[in-house]
Structures are given as structure tokens and as C-alpha cells.
């Protein structure tokens, strides 16, 4: 599968921002999916799941009540929504696809088989 990340750009902290994740082939809706991002000079991190059927998800504790990962099988897409967000929310974000994840959403970067090529969010504050 072939993802494609799209979305991000500048937002004020306390704004909000939707990121997208298109993907090609027919099965998507097998995968469960997960945002990660990363931070210049910092290791890249877990940020949200959710499971092939939207059925189960989880996130970092530091997105906690903020941020909203969703999915729509039919338009092979899984979407960040991301509500008040802060200045330490700024990275490069990336979607992935995880093939062995059934029943719960893994938050290990080598779960995930597929990535994408990331998009940048900047929070300003």
C-alpha cells in the first residue's frame, strides 16, 4: 500500500488542523493505521492509532483529549484532527500502516509496514 500524507502547514496555538492519509490499493481497510511524527533532532514518536475497523484506538498521553485519529474505508483515508494544538505539536507528521495489528492499534514504529512521505505542521505561538 502507498500512502500519502497531506494537511499541514502553519497553525496558531489553540487553533485546530486536519491531517489526511490517502492511500492506494484495495486493501486498506485491513490495515490498521497510525500517525507518528517527528521533531528536528528528536527520534520519531508515536502519536495515534486505530485499528483496521476504527473499532479501537489510542494515543500518546501528550495528545491525549486533543487530537482524533478517524478513518473512512470507503475513501481508503485515515485523518488526524488536531484541536488546540502546541507549540511543542510542531513535526513532521506521518501516517502508517500496520498489517498485523487486528484487535489493538500498536504504538512500536516497527509494527507499521508502510509510511508515508510526512507533512509539516508548524505551531506558532
Known amino acids: 500500500v502507498q500512502l500519502q500524507a497531506s494537511g499541514g502547514g502553519l497553525v496558531q496555538a489553540g487553533g485546530s488542523l486536519r491531517l489526511s492519509c490517502a492511500a492506494s490499493?484495495?486493501?486498506?481497510?485491513?490495515?490498521?493505521m497510525g500517525w507518528f511524527r517527528q521533531a528536528p533532532g528528536k527520534e520519531r514518536e508515536f502519536v495515534a492509532g486505530?485499528?483496521?475497523?476504527?473499532?479501537?484506538?489510542i494515543y500518546a498521553d501528550s495528545v491525549q483529549e486533543r487530537f482524533t485519529i478517524s478513518r473512512d474505508n470507503a475513501k481508503n483515508t485515515v485523518y488526524l484532527q488536531m484541536n488546540s494544538p502546541k507549540p511543542e505539536d510542531t513535526a513532521v507528521y506521518y501516517c502508517?500502516?500496520?498489517?498485523?495489528?487486528?484487535?489493538?492499534?500498536?504504538?512500536?514504529?516497527?509494527?507499521?509496514?508502510?509510511w508515508g512521505q510526512g507533512t509539516q505542521v508548524t505551531v506558532s505561538s
Open positions: 502508517a500502516a500496520d498489517s498485523g495489528s487486528l484487535y489493538y492499534p500498536s504504538d512500536q514504529l516497527d509494527a507499521y509496514d508502510f
Open positions: 490499493g484495495r486493501t486498506f481497510s485491513t490495515y490498521a
Open positions: 486505530i485499528t483496521w475497523n476504527g473499532g479501537s484506538t
